[in-house]
């Protein structure tokens, strides 16, 4: 008999969804499924497997009206927002535009003699663990190429998004990609480190906590199985003295608070040029006493709960921490608030990196802003972490941008944006938030394995 896995709605703490989870022999049989698909797959042609996943990314997008309500009442996000195709589509589409050149052979030569070339082939088997958050997009960034590359596809969903595997398969599935192809699977902790640590998979992608990504790369020990991480964050905002105050403003307190702050790329910190630092608080404070904390099943919402009570509890544990510490909490408790999943958007100022507020992932509503005098703090500031996801750099200087983005230790450096993934450009972390690479070249790169070819043309 499986664990029963149960989704409860941050809505009204009811079970929203519930599954059982596939035993050991079970999970092997999925995979042993995929295994014996894949070879098939991966010798159709290119242009084929992008068809086929463009049409089930197409046949996700068909069921949106049907999916928005679905998140929020799985996750908290306000139904106004409209839900996650918009990127889930252009991740799609870019990576399936760029197969072809991304895919290519490498060719080193070719003469009377020999010809010599390096072919990217597929893993094999991938496995996909897939984060609540954002649980559409962030699925699809190693989905898509994987299935474009040639390797068939297993995907695990966080039990807070209980749901949103089964309706990825079943779409992609009504569009002609074969079933053994592209699964869903409900796994408890230890059938999966089961299946990794006994080489079910040729390569595991893992978005989720620190101790979840531990937890895998423990399993694929000594497996050279690949693993590619992204796990925990705590992105910094930098506001420079000639920034335009409004725009910063306005950008970064949506990325601290968008989505009750449960964004990967989401900004916890900000850091503000000393001459600027007043004016940011007060134009921040206004933006976040404007929200609107509620169902978010209402179209008046702008702030739904967050994804679960605990989720609420580490957030209110860091505030009140803070506070007791000398921070200055700006926003008054809505009325809306229940001391449960739905959490006060929070500011505060009078902050140090003594607090976890400052260090830890708070991964919730609540931003911390801190005031410096030179560049040469703010990185410092930045840099005083175990994380290193983005930064968000505000200035009107792209050269002082590009110098102060080569000191500081994260994967991505934005200039004058935040909290946004670009398909173009490697998604990356490093230190404590991972290794790996997705979307862009690189992440067919890390989907695929090179492979190469010496061949003598003639032995006389």
Not at 144 to 159: E, Q, S, W
Not at 168 to 178: K, L, R, T, Y
Not at 355 to 375: A, L, N, Q, T
Request: hydrophobic fraction near 45%; aromatic fraction near 8%.
């Amino acid at each position: 008999m499986g664990q029963t896995l149960k989704c409860i709605s941050p809505i009204d703490g009811s079970v929203f969804a519930e599954r059982e989870t596939l035993s050991k022999d079970e999970g092997f049989a999925v995979a042993s499924a995929a295994r014996a698909a894949q070879k098939a797959w991966a010798a159709r042609p290119l242009q084929e497997r992008i068809d086929l996943v463009m049409a089930g990314v197409a046949a996700v997008g068909a069921m949106n009206d049907e999916i928005v309500p679905e998140l929020a009442h799985m996750m908290g996000r306000p139904v106004r927002y409209g839900g996650e195709f918009g990127g889930f589509n252009e991740r799609s589409a870019y990576m399936a535009e760029i197969a072809e050149t991304a895919l290519a052979d490498i060719e080193v030569g070719d003469d009377a003699d020999f010809k010599r070339y390096i072919k990217r082939v597929p893993h094999g088997v991938v496995f996909i663990v897939a984060p609540w958050n954002y649980p559409y997009m962030t699925a699809i960034n190693t989905l898509a190429p994987a299935l474009i590359a040639g390797n068939t596809v297993i995907l695990k969903h966080a039990t807070q998004t209980l749901l949103v595997g089964e309706r990825m398969a079943a779409a992609f599935q009504s569009a002609g990609v074969p079933a053994e192809v592209f699964q869903n699977v409900f796994l408890d902790h230890d059938t999966t480190s089961a299946l990794i640590a006994e080489r079910a998979f040729d390569f595991v992608n893992f978005t989720g906590s620190v101790g979840g990504g531990q937890a895998m790369e423990r399993a694929a020990a000594g497996t050279f199985t690949g693993v590619g991480t992204e796990l925990g964050g705590k992105d910094p905002g930098y506001v420079m003295e000639d920034a335009d105050l409004d725009a910063a403003v306005d950008t970064l307190i949506d990325g601290a608070m968008f989505n009750a702050g449960q964004c990967c790329c989401g900004i916890e910190r900000i850091y503000v040029h000393e001459s600027l630092y007043d004016e940011f608080v007060a134009k921040a404070v206004e933006i976040v006493k404007g929200y609107k904390l509620g169902n978010p099943l209402d179209e008046a919402t702008t702030m739904g709960p967050m994804a679960n009570v605990r989720f609420a509890a580490e957030v209110r544990a860091q505030i009140d921490e803070a506070v007791a510490a000398g921070a200055v909490a700006h926003i008054d408790t809505m009325a809306e608030d229940d001391g449960g999943a739905y959490l006060t958007p929070q500011i505060l100022t009078n902050v140090t990196h003594e607090m976890r507020v400052m260090r830890d992932e708070s991964f919730g509503p609540v931003v911390g802003i801190m005031k410096v005098s030179s560049d040469a703090e703010a990185i410092a500031l930045m840099n005083d972490s175990e994380f290193g996801l983005t930064a968000s750099l505000w200035t009107r200087d792209l050269d002082r941008a590009a110098r102060i983005g080569d000191e500081i230790e994260t994967g991505t450096v934005f200039l004058n944006r935040a909290d946004y993934l670009d398909p173009g450009l490697c998604w990356t972390g490093c230190k404590n938030t991972g290794r790996g690479g997705g979307l862009s070249v690189i992440g067919y790169q890390n989907l695929t394995r090179p492979k190469s070819y010496h061949l003598k043309k003639r032995t006389a």
